[in-house]
């Protein structure tokens, strides 16, 4: 394993047991392996005279020959474990997509595309739509008024700067 970390040959190792192969498919190379491997013993025993290796070689053979009889009814089943944990990755993979998008700022961005405004942000812009526009009666102080009220953290800004111009 030159150029291999312990914990890359783990992790390859784990990985390739999660994912894994399908049982049916290892039984059937298995068992082709095993009529391959009886055919040469097959061979052996008649070239070196050796009843007792040729008619134990058939038998073999014959069993393998069985177990790909039996393949076409049987059928491959994800235990339940895995496909419990399938599930769980794809949890977390969705809940991690959705961290970063809000950490990021895209979340707002995609909520915007798609139209999704919240409440209380379309109330602020149409008072202060409404502030700008000289037919409607709201003014700059009824503005502030409506946005310390309905934004805490905007309150709290709001009465820091006045305390600090106070001073």
Request: proline letters at 4%; aromatic letters at 6%.
């Amino acid at each position: 394993m030159r150029g291999w970390t312990r914990s890359s040959a783990s992790l390859s190792l784990a990985t390739s047991l999660l994912v894994g192969c399908s049982e049916l498919a290892k039984v059937s190379r298995n068992a082709t392996a095993i009529q391959a491997e009886s055919q040469a013993l097959i061979d052996h025993g008649i070239a070196v005279g050796d009843k007792e290796v040729v008619t134990r070689a058939e038998r073999i053979n014959g069993l393998a020959g069985d177990i790909h009889g039996s393949i076409p009814h049987l059928e491959d089943r994800t235990p339940a474990w895995l496909s419990t944990l399938w599930w769980v990755a794809a949890a977390v993979a969705l809940v991690a997509i959705a961290v970063i998008l809000w950490q990021t700022g895209l979340g707002t961005a995609v909520r915007i595309a798609i139209g999704w405004l919240p409440r209380k942000k379309v109330i602020d812009a149409d008072l202060a739509a409404g502030m700008l526009n000289p037919d409607k009666p709201e003014d700059a102080r009824e503005y502030v008024a409506a946005r310390r009220a309905s934004d805490p953290e905007f309150d709290a800004a709001w009465r820091r700067l006045h305390k600090k111009g106070s001073q």
